[in-house]
C-alpha cells in the first residue's frame, strides 16, 4: 500500500511540476513571431529610421540610420550644422568627424565590429546558427520588475554581450556590451522600449544606453521607421 501511495503521489507531482525551462531555440522563435514572424523579417531588405538623440547633459541632436542588406549600416548625427557620420560597407568602416577637415577616415578595428554588429537588420539572435554566432541560456532573472530571460551571445568576430527578453512580450528589452571608449574598456547597458509596427515588424521607437551602474544615459527616440526604401549601396562605402 505504501509502494502504492508514494507511485500516485510521484505521478501527481510528474503532472503539476511547472514546465522545463525553455531552450534558446524556442525563445529565439518566439522572439521572432512577437516581431512579426520571419517571413515579414526577412523581406525587409533595408530601414531608415529618422529620429533625434538627447545626450547625458540634454543636448539634442537630429540623427539618422540606415541598414541594408546583407551587412551595410550608416549613422548620421547633425550637431550644430555639422553633420559627423558612421558607416559600414560590409568590409571597411568609416567616418566624418564633427570636428576637424570633414574628410573621411577609416575607423579602428572595435569600431568596425560595432558598425558590422549594427547592420544586422534583425539582430542577432534571429538566424544566429546561419550567421556563425553562439548563444547560451544564462537564466531567468528581474529586470524593473520584470521577469527576464538573459541569453548570453558571441558574435561571430568573438565578442560577447548580453540579451535580455521579456519573458511576457518575448521581444528584446536589454543589452550589455563591453566597448572601448578612449582606451579603457566600458560595459555599456542599453534598454530598448516602445515597439511600435512599420511594414509589419515592430521596431524599439526608444533606446537608452550608458556605462553600467552609472547615470549617465543618452536616449535615442526614433520619430520615423521607413521600411524597404531604396538606398544606394555608395552611401555606405568609403568617399574617394
Known sequence: MLRK????????????????????????????????GLEKLHAVRSVRMLGHIVGPQGAEAPVTVERKRPHS???????????????????QAWGILPMGDQKAELLPPEMARDLEAQADIEGPLVDYKAKGHQVELVGKEKLDEADVWRLKVTLK?????????????????GYETKRAVRGATVEIDSRLSDYQPAGGVLWPRTITAGPKGRPERQTLSFDKIEVNPLLDDARFKLPR
Open 5 to 36: 501511495a508514494l507511485l500516485g503521489w510521484v505521478a501527481t507531482v510528474t503532472l503539476v511540476a511547472p514546465a522545463s525551462p525553455q531552450t534558446v531555440d524556442e525563445l529565439v522563435a518566439q522572439l521572432a513571431t512577437a516581431r512579426g
Open 73 to 91: 549600416a550608416r549613422m548620421e548625427i547633425t550637431i550644430q550644422g555639422t553633420t559627423s557620420v558612421q558607416a559600414f560597407d560590409g568590409q
Open 157 to 173: 568576430s568573438g565578442d560577447v554581450l548580453f540579451v535580455l527578453l521579456d519573458a511576457a512580450s518575448h521581444l528584446e528589452v
